[in-house]
T-cell receptor
Framework: DQQVKQNSPSLSVQEGRISILNCDYT??????FLWYKKYPAEGPTFLIS?????DKNEDGRFTVFLNKSAKHLSLHIVPSQPGDSAVYFC??????????FGTGTSLTVIP | DADVTQTPRNRITKTGKRIMLECSQT?????MYWYRQDPGLGLRLIYY???????NKGEISDGYSVSRQAQAKFSLSLESAIPNQTALYFC?????????????FGPGTRLTVT
């Protein structure tokens, strides 16, 4: 059974606007969450992470929000740029253990 | 030079053949992982190793085996390949220190089993 879910397979956003990618998890033991970005023909690359002791983490244009009660995290990209077009995977783990990845959301930023 | 390399990058093989995918890393990380990516299914963990003497099954280990030859090398074998093992395979490494555990991925191996 999928422990990490990304229910939107794709998302299109105009350049300059906000992109919001969502992720839900089922295992309440997860305490470490990450977002990865993947371009075609490349491996995923780490984007941003958050520990369960926080509810928000920012890194430049990227912000991850964690709602533990809802078992939900989201990635905000502001402003969106054409180079952000990629597949985004969320992942969750109990610290120090294996990661569980979502199915990915393909983001297209329209110039 | 890439920190995590995978060979081959592309491979076409026939049903029933044995095939090995290799992964090498220069990051000095203890932890290594093998994943497969299938459309609509995301990244699923096949096997992982937290050090040279440690091997663990992931979500989908049936039909696969691994060997951790050294800290820097982790190989994935398909003993008798079947068509539903056609997928994109990724190796990853991580260094669980200071509570941070980001995984670094190789470029992937596209495997086709006919």
């Amino acid at each position: 059974d999928q422990q990490v879910k990304q229910n939107s397979p794709s998302l299109s956003v105009q350049e300059g606007r906000i992109s919001i990618l969502n992720c839900d998890y089922t295992n309440s033991m997860f305490d470490y969450f990450l977002w990865y970005k993947k371009y075609p023909a490349e491996g995923p690359t780490f984007l941003i992470s958050i520990s369960s002791i926080k509810d928000k983490n920012e890194d430049g244009r990227f912000t991850v929000f964690l709602n533990k009660s809802a078992k939900h995290l989201s990635l905000h990209i502001v402003p969106s740029q054409p180079g952000d077009s990629a597949v985004y995977f969320c992942a969750a783990s109990k610290t120090g253990n294996q990661f569980y990845f979502g199915t990915g959301t393909s983001l297209t930023v329209i110039p | 030079d890439a920190d995590v390399t995978q060979t081959p990058r592309n491979r076409i093989t026939k049903t029933g053949k044995r095939i090995m995918l290799e992964c090498s890393q220069t990051k000095g990380h203890d932890r290594m992982y093998w994943y497969r990516q299938d459309p609509g299914l995301g990244l699923r963990l096949i096997y992982y190793s937290f050090d040279v003497k440690d091997i663990n099954k992931g979500e989908i280990s049936d039909g696969y085996s691994v060997s951790r030859q050294a800290q820097a090398k982790f190989s994935l074998s398909l003993e008798s390949a079947i068509p539903n093992q056609t997928a994109l395979y990724f190796c990853a490494t991580s260094d669980f220190s200071g509570g941070r555990d980001e995984q670094y991925f190789g470029p992937g191996t596209r495997l086709t089993v006919t």
